[in-house]
């Protein structure tokens, strides 16, 4: 009979390691407890530099170490608050180093959608306070458009349901689509992309972002931060469509219009094509009457006018007139015929200069008296001065 | 001028001319470039084929749309 060889750890001659016993606990448990979800109360949460997190959960009774891997928080929209009662998802894990063991979580969800809520309300407090959720930076939507930017998954319904609502309403419109992921962890950084195109792009008069309805995770990318201030910086308006009724996405608070699902977006953007005609037809005679009607205007601006004209020309050839009549009066008066007259004669020499003094006559001369019936030839017989 | 500019310059033309005090001759100008602009919304629209593609960014950062099979 051979020695019977003892079990590793059977005795002091076989003593295992530290890192194997470590190791062996390791397997044990990691290999023997499936995923599981569990439910207890927040408490000494940490974040740490690298990214991951750290904290406890507990009830009454006992507690559990618990992580969150930086990889899986991207997942998870914001980090508990202590004290907060949650489930979570995750599975046993040992950490060798201290044979701790802990429960490494993948999903973590609050009572009453608190963590959605919570990283919600932190977005959209952010985005309020740099304006973004004014309403006065709401841009109207063209009321003509003839391209539209569709934002959204090539797979998903949204885009079928847009075409076939704008096509319905002009079977001439553009529709130009600008994929992207709408949900899953890539969406947020796919959906900024895609904004930026449209805003550089610059070829759309119109962009709508949205997707069909889903899951309150599947629509989370449309409550990404990143994303609604995108959706704020685009430089052609936007409609967002996130397809659910009840609750409102942060894209739908910045954009210039919300609507209640992508039909609905494709219904507002885009006008018959029938009331485009009429509108081109009503801004035609718009157009006609509003120069007729100048034109009326100008006809009967010209009509006073002349009438004005000639009555002004009439009184100014009037009073011209009548300035005539009393300098004719004056200058009448003042002739010397008027003072032949009344009787008075003129003596004149032979040159027709007046002869008005006594020593103007010469004895024995001619000269000649005018009066206002004819003239009289007359000779000067004697000249006698007054006696001064 | 894209349509939607093409209809705002029409509506903005139309309002002066709907104003009083515009000269005759002003006027005139305005409706001969609103009976332009007018011909040239209804052409486009009329000219117009709908279309469905997929914007796609180009080697030299430029943009161009392909059509997508529906």
Redesign the interface.
Known sequence: MSPRVAEPGESAETAISVSVLAESVKSIVEGSVPPVWIRGEVTGFKKYRSGHWYFALRDGNAQISCMVWASDTARIPAAPDEGMQVTAYGRLGVYAARTEIRFSILRLAASGDGLWRKAFEEARAKLDADGLLDPARKRPL?????TI?VITS?EGAALHDI?SVA?RR??????????AAVQGETAPKELVRALR??S??D?A?LVIIGRGGGSREDLWAFNDERVARAVAMCRTPTISAVGHEVDVSLTDLVADLRAATPSAAAETAVPE?AK??H??ER??S??RG??S???E??RSDLARASRDLAVRARRAVELRRSWLAASAATIDALSPLRTLERGYVVARDADGRTLSRVRDFVVGEEFGIVAHDGSVRARTVDVKPEAT | M???ED?AR??A??RA??N?R?P?DE??KL?EE??AR?RA??A??EA????????V?QADGT?T?RD?Q?
């Open positions: 063209p009321r003509y458009p003839r930017a090539t075409v096509r002009d079977p001439t419109i553009c529709v130009v689509v600008i994929p195109r449209a550089h792009w070829g008069d094509r485009v005609v509108d081109l801004m035609g718009r157009l509003a120069l009607l100048r034109a205007r100008a | 894209s349509f939607e209809l029409l509506d033309i139309a001319l709907e009083d515009l005759l006027a005139m409706f609103g009976v007018l919304a209804t486009a629209l117009a084929e709908g279309r469905v593609g997929q914007l960014k943009f749309v997508l529906r």
